[in-house]
Nanobody, 124 residues
Protein backbone atom coordinates (compact mmCIF):
# COMPACT_ATOMS: atom_id res chain seq x y z
CA UNK A 1 0.00 0.00 0.00
CA UNK A 2 1.43 3.36 -1.06
CA UNK A 3 1.29 6.18 1.49
CA UNK A 4 1.26 9.77 0.29
CA UNK A 5 2.28 12.98 2.07
CA UNK A 6 1.49 16.37 0.54
CA UNK A 7 3.23 19.64 1.36
CA UNK A 8 3.69 23.15 0.03
CA UNK A 9 0.31 24.69 0.64
CA UNK A 10 -0.23 28.07 2.20
CA UNK A 11 -1.75 31.52 1.90
CA UNK A 12 -0.95 33.50 -1.23
CA UNK A 13 -2.29 36.64 -2.90
CA UNK A 14 -4.19 36.37 -6.15
CA UNK A 15 -1.74 36.18 -9.03
CA UNK A 16 0.88 34.48 -6.92
CA UNK A 17 2.41 31.02 -7.17
CA UNK A 18 2.79 27.91 -5.04
CA UNK A 19 4.48 24.58 -5.64
CA UNK A 20 2.91 21.53 -4.07
CA UNK A 21 4.80 18.30 -3.49
CA UNK A 22 3.53 14.79 -2.85
CA UNK A 23 6.00 12.18 -1.70
CA UNK A 24 5.12 8.50 -1.78
CA UNK A 25 6.43 5.65 0.30
CA UNK A 26 7.10 2.28 -1.28
CA UNK A 27 9.26 1.03 -4.08
CA UNK A 28 6.70 0.95 -6.86
CA UNK A 29 6.05 4.70 -7.26
CA UNK A 30 7.25 4.71 -10.84
CA UNK A 31 4.60 2.19 -11.83
CA UNK A 32 1.68 4.43 -10.78
CA UNK A 33 -0.07 7.24 -12.54
CA UNK A 34 -0.40 10.19 -10.15
CA UNK A 35 -3.10 12.79 -9.79
CA UNK A 36 -3.82 16.01 -7.94
CA UNK A 37 -7.35 16.67 -6.75
CA UNK A 38 -8.90 19.47 -4.74
CA UNK A 39 -11.88 19.94 -2.50
CA UNK A 40 -13.30 23.29 -1.54
CA UNK A 41 -15.66 23.72 1.44
CA UNK A 42 -19.13 22.50 0.57
CA UNK A 43 -18.04 21.17 -2.80
CA UNK A 44 -17.21 17.77 -4.18
CA UNK A 45 -13.64 16.68 -4.70
CA UNK A 46 -12.55 17.37 -8.28
CA UNK A 47 -9.59 16.25 -10.39
CA UNK A 48 -7.10 19.00 -11.19
CA UNK A 49 -4.19 17.34 -12.99
CA UNK A 50 -2.75 13.91 -13.67
CA UNK A 51 0.44 12.43 -15.05
CA UNK A 52 1.26 8.98 -16.32
CA UNK A 53 3.99 6.77 -14.87
CA UNK A 54 6.78 8.11 -17.09
CA UNK A 55 5.71 11.74 -17.15
CA UNK A 56 5.19 11.69 -20.90
CA UNK A 57 1.45 12.38 -20.70
CA UNK A 58 -0.27 15.03 -18.61
CA UNK A 59 -3.91 15.99 -18.15
CA UNK A 60 -5.49 19.16 -16.74
CA UNK A 61 -8.83 20.50 -15.64
CA UNK A 62 -9.85 23.14 -18.17
CA UNK A 63 -9.82 25.98 -15.65
CA UNK A 64 -6.16 25.39 -14.72
CA UNK A 65 -4.71 24.80 -18.17
CA UNK A 66 -1.90 27.25 -18.87
CA UNK A 67 -1.56 28.06 -15.15
CA UNK A 68 -0.73 24.73 -13.45
CA UNK A 69 2.00 22.25 -14.35
CA UNK A 70 2.20 18.69 -13.04
CA UNK A 71 5.51 16.87 -13.06
CA UNK A 72 7.17 13.95 -11.32
CA UNK A 73 10.58 12.77 -10.24
CA UNK A 74 10.52 8.98 -9.96
CA UNK A 75 13.97 8.92 -8.38
CA UNK A 76 12.56 10.98 -5.50
CA UNK A 77 9.15 9.27 -5.39
CA UNK A 78 7.62 12.72 -5.71
CA UNK A 79 5.00 14.40 -7.85
CA UNK A 80 4.72 18.18 -8.05
CA UNK A 81 2.05 20.71 -8.90
CA UNK A 82 3.36 24.13 -9.88
CA UNK A 83 0.50 26.59 -9.56
CA UNK A 84 0.86 30.01 -11.17
CA UNK A 85 -1.50 32.96 -11.58
CA UNK A 86 -3.55 31.70 -8.67
CA UNK A 87 -7.14 32.84 -8.30
CA UNK A 88 -9.41 32.93 -5.24
CA UNK A 89 -11.46 30.12 -6.81
CA UNK A 90 -8.38 27.88 -6.57
CA UNK A 91 -8.77 27.91 -2.77
CA UNK A 92 -9.19 24.31 -1.58
CA UNK A 93 -7.53 21.38 0.13
CA UNK A 94 -5.29 19.77 -2.47
CA UNK A 95 -4.75 16.02 -2.33
CA UNK A 96 -2.68 13.63 -4.37
CA UNK A 97 -3.62 10.09 -5.28
CA UNK A 98 -2.35 7.12 -7.24
CA UNK A 99 -3.78 4.97 -9.98
CA UNK A 100 -2.38 1.56 -10.84
CA UNK A 101 -4.45 1.52 -14.00
CA UNK A 102 -4.69 4.08 -16.75
CA UNK A 103 -5.83 7.66 -16.38
CA UNK A 104 -9.53 8.28 -16.88
CA UNK A 105 -9.86 11.97 -17.68
CA UNK A 106 -11.56 14.32 -17.03
CA UNK A 107 -13.48 12.13 -14.57
CA UNK A 108 -10.41 11.16 -12.52
CA UNK A 109 -12.00 7.77 -11.77
CA UNK A 110 -9.68 5.01 -10.58
CA UNK A 111 -7.47 7.08 -8.32
CA UNK A 112 -7.05 6.10 -4.67
CA UNK A 113 -4.62 5.89 -1.75
CA UNK A 114 -5.31 9.53 -0.85
CA UNK A 115 -2.91 11.68 1.11
CA UNK A 116 -4.09 13.92 3.97
CA UNK A 117 -4.10 17.02 1.82
CA UNK A 118 -2.55 20.47 2.00
CA UNK A 119 -4.54 23.70 2.29
CA UNK A 120 -4.19 26.33 -0.43
CA UNK A 121 -5.80 29.70 0.25
CA UNK A 122 -5.75 32.45 -2.36
CA UNK A 123 -6.63 35.90 -1.08
CA UNK A 124 -8.22 38.46 -3.41
Amino acid sequence: QVQLVESGGGLVQAGGSLRLSCTASGRTFSSYAMGWFRQAPGKEREPVAAINWSGSNTYYKDSVKGRFIISRDNAKNTVYLQMNSLKPEDTAVYLCATSSGGISWPSGRGFGAWGQGTQVTVAS
